[in-house]
T-cell receptor, first 112, second 113 residues
């Protein structure tokens, strides 16, 4: 079974600065996909970024980038130039053959 | 907007009653998923469909839970004889291909009193 661990229940960042959210996972599969989702308060889950495990190059999506370390089973999310709208719960997830497992989430606060 | 929709958004029911939720996925997506999310936790997988076939069910899905996806379009999730422990947000998601990102609906928040 796959497991996902997000060791930071809460994080805060000053507006315009950079923050990194941690995620580690465990899977016995060699082919899988990794995701970061954002869930603003009382709003639906939104995909932030996606990484295929077979790709060595780290995914980037505008201000969001990941540091994917396959051997260490680590998948951290870096948010650059943080904005007030980035405040939300962030969930890391690993998906293999439709068995999508999520971490418990990290609540990100952005200070103006 | 042709995203994933769910109805109702909120449901309050008394213990022992049956409830049914509906999910309408993105039209070209053939995979549909149900999750349960409790406060402070990430979504937990319940079941998924490929077209009309229910291909996997979590151990979390007790005999009181049943899901259908007739004709491979919308899906329903029914909970019979609700218990207070069933109180949660029930999320639906859809995707086009295996392994691709899943698009989530707004969820149905169930409160069992």
């Amino acid at each position: 079974a796959q497991t996902v661990t997000q060791s930071q229940p809460e994080m805060s960042v000053q507006e315009a600065e950079t923050v990194t959210l941690s995620c580690t996972y465990d899977t016995s599969e060699s082919d899988y996909y990794l995701f970061w989702y954002k869930q603003p308060p009382s709003r639906q889950m939104i995909l932030v970024i996606r990484q295929e495990a077979y790709k060595q190059q780290n995914a980037t999506e505008n201000r969001f980038s990941v540091n994917f370390q396959k051997a260490a089973k680590s998948f951290s999310l870096k948010i650059s130039d943080s904005q007030l709208g980035d405040a939300a719960m962030y969930f890391c997830a690993v998906n293999n053959n439709n068995d999508m497992r999520f971490g418990a989430g990290t609540r990100l606060t952005v200070k103006p | 907007d042709t995203g994933v929709s769910q109805n109702p958004r909120h449901k309050i029911t008394k213990r022992g009653q049956n409830v049914t939720f509906r999910c309408d996925p993105i039209s070209e997506h053939n995979r549909l998923y149900w999750y349960r999310q409790t406060l402070g936790q990430g979504p937990e997988f319940l079941t998924y469909f490929q077209n009309e076939a229910q291909l996997e069910k979590s151990r979390l899905l007790s005999d009181r839970f049943s899901a259908e996806r007739p004709k491979g379009s919308f899906s329903t999730l029914e909970i019979q004889r609700t218990e207070q422990g069933d109180s949660a947000m029930y999320l639906c998601a859809s995707s086009q291909f295996q392994g691709y990102e899943q698009y989530f609906g707004p969820g149905t928040r169930l409160t069992v009193t």
